[in-house]
T-cell receptor, first 115, second 111 residues
Framework: AQKVTQAQTEISVVEKEDVTLDCVYE???????LFWYKQPPSGELVFLIR??????QNEISGRYSWNFQKSTSSFNFTITASQVVDSAVYFCALIVTSGTYKYIFGTGTRLKVLA | SQTIHQWPATLVQPVGSPLSLECTVEGTSNPNLYWYRQAAGRGLQLLFY??????ISSEVPQNLSASRPQDRQFILSSKKLLLSDSGFYLC??????????FGPGTRLTVT
């Protein structure tokens, strides 16, 4: 069975601090994808990144960076120099490629960035 | 470019009333379509998915149903709403791959 765990329910930081959101996944499949989505107060899910199971390279996009480590089954997300606009709920998700591409979502981490 | 629409944006319905939420996708053909529900302060739960017209798979037993009368239209329905049906309903689509794109959502309150 597949599972995604986001142990941090809520995190509060002061603007300009760095913050890391943790994501731990479980799957027996060797081919899978991992995702991060952002859900601002409006509710719509905004796609941030997709990473396949064969690509362990870390990625940086502006203030965002992602650390994928298969050895620890983790796909952590770091925001550098956080801003108030980063306040949102962040979801980590897993899809295995055997089957019908059904997302398994974590329960989300609510990030509050205080001015 | 592809866009996904959901309506209504918000809905307040009494217990026992029927429900119909609609989702349409533009700019793509033969998408996979999905309905998710997010209860207050909770994660997202997949309710239904469809790989083609008339093909519906249910993930969670409940008093909701889904239909896909046209290629790019996905409808979520209920004959009698329960209080526990309150939540934020998101429709999503994907084509030929793993990435799903989500609609703006419908916030349903059952009173």
């Amino acid at each position: 069975a597949q599972k995604v765990t986001q142990a941090q329910t809520e995190i509060s930081v002061v603007e300009k601090e760095d913050v890391t959101l943790d994501c731990v996944y479980e799957t027996r499949d060797t081919t899978y994808y991992l995702f991060w989505y952002k859900q601002p107060p409006s509710g719509e899910l905004v796609f941030l990144i997709r990473r396949n199971s064969f690509d362990e390279q870390n990625e940086i996009s502006g203030r965002y960076s992602w650390n994928f480590q298969k050895s620890t089954s983790s796909f952590n997300f770091t925001i550098t120099a956080s801003q108030v606009v980063d306040s949102a709920v962040y979801f980590c998700a897993l899809i295995v490629t055997s089957g019908t591409y059904k997302y398994i979502f974590g329960t989300g981490t609510r990030l509050k960035v205080l001015a | 470019s592809q866009t996904i629409h959901q309506w209504p944006a918000t809905l307040v319905q009494p217990v026992g009333s029927p429900l119909s939420l609609e989702c349409t996708v533009e700019g793509t053909s033969n998408p996979n379509l999905y309905w998710y529900r997010q209860a207050a302060g909770r994660g997202l739960q997949l309710l239904f998915y469809s790989v083609g017209i008339g093909q519906i798979s249910s993930e969670v037993p409940q008093n909701l149903s889904a239909s896909r009368p046209q290629d790019r239209q996905f409808i979520l329905s209920s004959k009698k709403l329960l209080l526990s049906d309150s939540g934020f309903y998101l429709c999503a689509w994907s084509v030929g791959g793993s990435l799903q794109y989500f609609g703006p959502g419908t916030r349903l309150t059952v009173t």
